[in-house]
């Protein structure tokens, strides 16, 4: 029997590439899918019901919608469909109300951070909800080796992303609170002697010997959340400037939002779109500096996976997932502190030769074991003990 899949179509700037590419690996493992926009209203959610008929297996979404809309949370539409969900977090999923936006008899969840998804299954006040680590991944038609004589043109290496991305409720978190840039002065002395540990327990514990208020009780408290999260924030902020600015020196670029151009000067080339135009930066590059999103624990982003199925070496912060997901020689070049990452970035530009092995061996890996197909087989196979 043919299974059938309903998948909603995100907004944002990376996200729809991984949604598009999953649609693509599910209907190659001889899935059916039915791609459409997330319902915006009302009118739009029995559209839909309409458009879908009786017989999807499941509705696919990447993320949630952060704007649900004022009469249907998430958990109205899947009980107006009467559908399984299967929802992949590849963002912090406490940003998105859940799991209280979720009804639990519906929802299956995947969350690309291990940690995070660890730390879940352990908190009893999911409901129900466990979810299941699920690694983002790369798309070998976009992510694909260079050809001959193709020209290094940032023989410094290159980064690519943004300074920050933008959160008016952190940054208003931030000017609010008294003393907040010192704190996050002090913070980042303490994290920069290893960038391996988790920024998130570093803040906890800094704010309870602030406090001097049990960490169970302050855990609670929405304030203390939001400080948390406000330090994160920040503290992710300084680490991929530093890290950047002093790892990508002359013959490097940097491509992403204007803020760049502030902190790096010249070295900063512009925005690059997702998907080939980026493949071009990784082949002219040699390396690619990978520095995680404050809102990972220890989870991987899209560059170590895209650089890698190019071929290209990835320089990177260390996490255990680089392990658990490459194996323990670590195909990845991965460092705890900032001189590491120095010393690291000069021996692969000393010696390319290693570097375009480790590279090579890195893309073997992924093809085998990380790309989006991988990824769907995955929650097909989820899917199919769910419905059983």
Avoid at 212 to 217: D, V
Wanted: proline letters at 6%.
């Amino acid at each position: 029997m043919l299974m059938r899949i309903f998948a909603l179509r995100p907004e944002g700037l990376v996200i729809p590439f991984i949604h598009t590419s999953m649609v693509r690996a599910f209907r190659s493992l001889g899935v059916e899918v039915l791609d459409l926009p997330f319902p915006q209203d009302e009118k739009d959610i029995h559209t839909l019901k309409y458009r879908v008929g009786s017989d999807p297996a499941a509705v696919f979404t990447v993320d949630l919608p952060i704007e649900i809309t004022r009469k249907n949370s998430i958990k109205d539409i899947q009980s107006f469909l009467g559908f399984p969900w299967i929802v992949w977090f590849v963002d912090d999923p406490d940003g998105y109300g859940f799991p209280e936006s979720c009804d639990p008899s519906l929802s299956i969840v995947f969350c690309w951070d291990r940690e995070i998804a660890r730390a879940i299954r352990m908190d009893g006040s999911w409901k129900g909800i466990s979810p299941t680590h699920l690694p983002l991944a790369t798309d070998p038609e976009v992510f694909h080796p260079k050809g001959e004589g193709f020209p290094i043109t940032f023989p410094g290496g290159v980064f690519v992303g943004s300074t920050a991305h933008p959160n008016s409720i952190l940054d208003g978190a931030a000017r609010n609170s008294p003393g907040f840039d010192e704190d996050i002065l002090n913070l980042w002395k303490l994290w920069k002697r290893d960038l391996s540990k988790v920024s998130q327990e570093l803040a906890w514990g800094f704010l309870q010997e602030k406090v001097r208020i049990g960490l169970g009780t302050l855990r609670r408290a929405p304030l203390a959340r939001l400080w948390v999260h406000a330090a994160v924030y920040r503290l992710g902020q300084r680490k991929r400037k530093e890290i950047v600015s002093r790892v990508i020196g002359e013959g490097g670029g940097i491509f992403g939002d204007p803020g760049w151009g502030q902190t790096v000067g010249n070295l900063y080339r512009g925005e690059v779109t997702y998907g080939e135009d980026l493949r071009l930066v990784y082949h002219a590059s040699a390396f690619v500096l990978d520095i995680r999103q404050p809102q990972s624990k220890t989870g991987l982003t899209q560059r170590i996976f895209d650089a890698s199925a190019c071929g290209i070496p990835v320089l990177a912060d260390f996490s255990p997932e680089l392990e658990y997901l490459f194996g323990p020689e670590r195909e990845i070049y991965a460092f705890h502190t900032l001189k590491e990452a120095q010393e690291m970035k000069n021996r692969i530009l000393l010696d390319s030769g290693s570097g375009i092995k480790k590279g090579a061996r890195a893309r073997e890996i992924v093809l085998a074991l990380h790309t989006y197909r991988n990824r769907a087989r995955q929650i097909l196979e989820a899917l199919h003990r769910f419905l059983a």
